[in-house]
C-alpha cells in the first residue's frame, strides 16, 4: 500500500524574514508525486485560541498555496474552520489567493493532492496534533482542530485511492501542552515536510521524547497497519540533517490525561501568548498576518 520511498522526511531551518523562501526550499527538497491538477489543504490547530506552536501559522497556509499555484495546481480547497473559530486569519488568506473553501466530501482520485499544514505540537495525552490526523477532516471536518479515532480510517481510505500526499510541519514556534498548569512555548526555527504522514508525525513525536511505536497507540498501529511508516530507523532525513535532531519540549511527558484541557485558557496562557508576540520574530510576524489578514487583530 505504501511506497517506502516516501519515507523521507525533508527539513531546514528558517527564519522570519526567509520563511516563505524557505518553504519554496523545503518543498523543492521533498517534491509532489505525479503532477496533481487539483489540491485540498489542510490547516489544523490544537485551540480554538491562538497560542503559540498550537496551529498551523498563517504564512504556512499562504507560501504552500503560492508555491502549488506556480507548480501549475489549477483548483485548490482548503479545509477551514468557522469564521467564529479562525483565529488565524486562514479564511482570509485563502480568499486573497483563490482558495476555494471545501464544502462537501471530496472525490479523491490520483490528480488530487492533499496537503496537511500541522505545527509542532503535543498534548496531555502524548498524542500529536498531526498531519495522519489531519487527513480525518476530509470526512469530518471537526477533526481539523483536534485529533480523532477516525484518523487511521481516513488514511486508510485515501492510501487505498492512490491519492497522493503531502504533510507539512511548521516548527518555528513548538508547544509542549503536558504540563497540567500550564503550556510552553519554544522557538525552534524549523520546517519538516514528507510525503509520508506517518513518518513525519514519528521524527515530531521523537523530537519531544517518545519512542513512536512504543509511545503513540495510532503511529504504532499505521504503522502495523502499512499506512505508513512509524520506525525511525527505516526513515531518512533529508535537507539540513540535523535541523530536526534536537529534543523538543519543556515538560516531561504526562502520566495521567488532563480532562477539558483543549478548551482552556489560563493566565499563564495569555502571559504566554503575550510574551511571544512582543518579544520573538515569530510572534510579531503572526502580528502582522493578523493586522493584514485576520477580521480583527489579537492584541497582548
Known amino acids: 500500500m505504501l511506497d517506502l520511498s516516501d519515507s523521507v522526511v525533508a527539513a531546514v531551518h528558517t527564519t522570519p524574514a526567509a520563511v516563505a523562501a524557505d518553504y519554496w526550499r523545503?518543498?523543492?527538497?521533498?517534491?509532489?508525486?505525479?503532477?496533481?491538477?487539483?489540491?485540498?489543504?489542510?490547516?489544523?490547530?490544537?485551540?480554538?485560541?491562538?497560542?503559540?506552536?498550537?496551529g498551523?501559522?498563517?504564512?504556512?497556509l499562504e507560501a504552500i498555496a503560492r508555491f502549488l499555484l506556480a507548480a501549475g495546481v489549477t483548483a485548490i480547497s482548503a479545509v477551514l474552520p468557522e469564521r467564529r473559530h479562525d483565529a488565524y486569519g486562514y479564511a482570509s488568506i485563502a480568499a486573497a489567493l483563490g482558495v476555494d473553501a471545501l464544502r462537501r466530501t471530496p472525490t479523491l482520485d490520483r490528480e488530487t493532492l492533499v496537503v496537511v499544514l500541522i505545527p509542532g505540537r503535543i498534548d496531555a495525552r502524548?498524542?500529536?496534533?498531526?498531519?495522519?490526523?489531519?487527513?480525518?477532516a476530509l470526512f469530518h471536518p471537526v477533526a481539523a482542530t483536534r485529533n480523532t479515532n477516525r484518523s487511521l480510517p481516513a488514511l486508510a481510505q485515501v492510501r487505498r485511492q492512490g491519492t497522493p500526499l503531502l504533510a507539512v510541519a511548521d516548527a518555528t514556534t513548538i508547544s509542549d501542552g503536558r504540563d497540567a498548569d500550564a503550556e510552553y512555548a519554544e522557538v525552534r526555527n524549523v520546517l519538516l515536510a514528507s510525503r509520508d504522514p506517518?513518518?513525519?508525525?514519528?521524527?515530531?513525536?521523537?523530537r519531544f521524547g517518545l519512542d513512536p511505536l512504543r509511545d503513540v497507540a495510532w503511529l504504532r498501529e499505521a504503522h502495523r497497519q502499512g499506512l505508513g511508516t512509524a520506525d525511525l530507523s527505516a526513515i531518512s532525513i533529508w535537507g539540513e540533517t540535523e535541523a530536526p535532531?534536537?529534543?523538543?519540549?519543556?515538560?516531561?511527558?504526562?502520566?495521567?490525561?488532563?480532562?477539558?484541557?483543549?478548551?482552556r485558557w489560563t493566565p499563564t496562557d495569555a502571559r504566554t501568548l503575550a510574551s511571544w508576540l512582543r518579544d520573538t520574530g515569530w510572534g510579531r510576524l503572526f502580528r502582522d498576518y493578523q493586522t493584514r489578514y485576520a477580521a480583527r487583530a489579537w492584541r497582548a
Open 56 to 60: 498551523a501559522p498563517p504564512w504556512q
Open 126 to 136: 502524548n498524542g500529536l496534533f498531526g498531519a495522519a490526523p489531519g487527513l480525518a
Open 26 to 54: 523545503l518543498l523543492a527538497l521533498i517534491g509532489v508525486n505525479g503532477s496533481p491538477r487539483h489540491a485540498i489543504v489542510i490547516p489544523r490547530c490544537a485551540r480554538r485560541m491562538p497560542f503559540p506552536g498550537a
Open 198 to 206: 506517518v513518518a513525519l508525525d514519528a521524527i515530531i513525536a521523537a
Open 245 to 263: 535532531g534536537e529534543r523538543w519540549g519543556l515538560a516531561a511527558p504526562s502520566s495521567c490525561p488532563v480532562v477539558g484541557r483543549f478548551k
